[in-house]
């Protein structure tokens, strides 16, 4: 079955640095690739996502690049703001199996004003 | 239009009570699935559900069952509650397209 590592398991930066969390996977099956922010007390909510034939999708101040021949793909936050501050999950949806996504183990994001 | 739901929000178990819990989604979506999650294990599928009275084993399925009678409510069971189930669980469904969304989560503890 697929397999999700990520990468920082914390991180911490300043308002408004970037902030960059990176993620390989393991089966080259899989095909779709969502982010989740989870809030303290609340369940995961999708941020982006990025398909297997699409090489970078942006969405204002987050992005999500896929290297398919590595197998790895990445968030990147600009202007990072307090409010940014989560756990993020990457994920990977491999169409066979469980038919359903494998999550990664989550990155702590803090981000001191 | 809700989402997916989730009740209860919170419950303590004692060792060998037996509880379920209910996941409702008003989306019409297909496909439903129950995770926990662990501090440092990320979110791991117990069961899951392809359609209206399909049910299949995920990951860690073993101590839990689970029903899916109607296509909008999809049951999470414990027959003999035992600590090792403390934890936080997630309810999650999905349309054929890929998509995922989560409920708000129960907190289980079982003393």
């Known amino acids: 079955g697929e397999n999700v590592e990520q990468h920082p398991s914390t991180l911490s930066v300043q308002e408004g640095d970037s902030a960059v969390i990176k993620c390989t996977y393991s089966d080259s099956a899989s095909n779709y690739f969502p982010w989740y922010k989870q809030e303290l007390g609340k369940g995961p909510q999708l941020i982006i996502d990025?398909?297997?034939?699409?090489g970078e999708k942006k969405d204002q101040r987050i992005a999500v690049t896929l290297n398919k021949t590595a197998k790895h793909f990445s968030l990147h936050i600009t202007e990072t703001q307090p409010e940014d501050s989560a756990v993020y999950f990457c994920?990977?949806?491999?169409?066979?199996?469980?038919?359903?996504?494998?999550f990664g183990k989550g990155t702590m994001l803090l981000v001191s004003p | 239009n809700a989402g997916v739901t989730q009740t209860p929000k919170f419950r303590v178990l004692k060792t060998g009570q037996s509880m379920t819990l209910l996941c409702a989604q008003d989306m019409n979506h297909e496909y439903m699935y129950w995770y926990r999650q662990d501090p440092g294990m990320g979110l791991r599928l117990i069961h899951y559900s392809v359609g209206e009275g399909t049910t299949a084993k995920g990951e860690v399925p073993d101590g839990y069952n689970v029903s899916r009678l109607k296509k909008q409510n999809f049951l999470l069971g414990l027959e003999s509650a035992a600590p090792s189930q403390t934890s936080v669980y997630f309810c999650?469904?999905?349309?054929?397209?890929?998509?995922?969304?989560f409920g708000p989560g129960t907190r289980l503890t079982v003393l």
């Open positions: 994920a990977a949806f491999e169409p066979t199996g469980y038919s359903t996504l494998t």
């Open positions: 990025i398909r297997s034939n699409v």
């Open positions: 999650a469904s999905r349309l054929r397209t890929d998509t995922q969304y």
